[in-house]
């Protein structure tokens, strides 16, 4: 996996000088360089997929750090699935192995809890950490992005689209009612996402530090059965972030790591 990473770091794309924030999210050659690895990654990853084999060891915070013995989440499961087969192939979904097991322990439970509802999850981080553009953070495995679920215009539970076009996700512009086309946020499943995470968290002897979304679409979320909980136990900050967290939550781990 030494050189998936070496690969990607060779190729890992410079800020892009789009308009909008979320256009900075995937440039062109961060598509490009995904094609020119897959052929070569898709057979590596083939013969060495995301287990957590190693425990990691998390260095710095997740706005300046580095990562030992990352593991990469697996491309899919019975409830999840990846938010791209390129990006993955790319080496950037790695993360702490404490991290690797606590989400796939919420992704467990919410199977048993939630059945019929389906999960994507976002950019985490590289094998190494490090930086990670065009993100701030996700530098040291413990920061997560997961998109939100959704229910189709049926209102049956759905997942976004996501494909090159819309860089995986980063580009969909939910309104303030939680609304994009077809498409309308399922608070209580994500409220339910959040729950499972700090229990899962809490399981394995660390905790969540904070999760990164929309201001103007917190209230939706306490409205939920999971409301109280969230707001008892974790730190969703009402400060606008750089990008506005609407499509997708961050959510950063709190696990001890060295200096
Ligand atoms: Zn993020």
Redesign the pocket.
Known sequence: MALIHRLSKRHSPPPAAGTRDKRMMWNNRVLRNCHYLSGLLAILLTVAPGAATARSICYGNTSYGRLENGVQLPLSGENFVAYGKLPVMAGRTYVHSKVHTIVLAAYKSLATSHPGKMFIYG?TGLINGGKFKP?K??QNGL?V?FLVPVFDAEGQPSRLPTNVVNKYGYTIDFDSSGQYGDYRIDFDTLGAHLVALHKAAQENGVSLWRVIFAPDLQDKLYATQYGDYIKKHILIPKKRSWVRHDEHY?VDFRVKCRR
Do not use: G, L, R
């Open positions: 950019e993100h953070t996700h920061s992005d961050h």
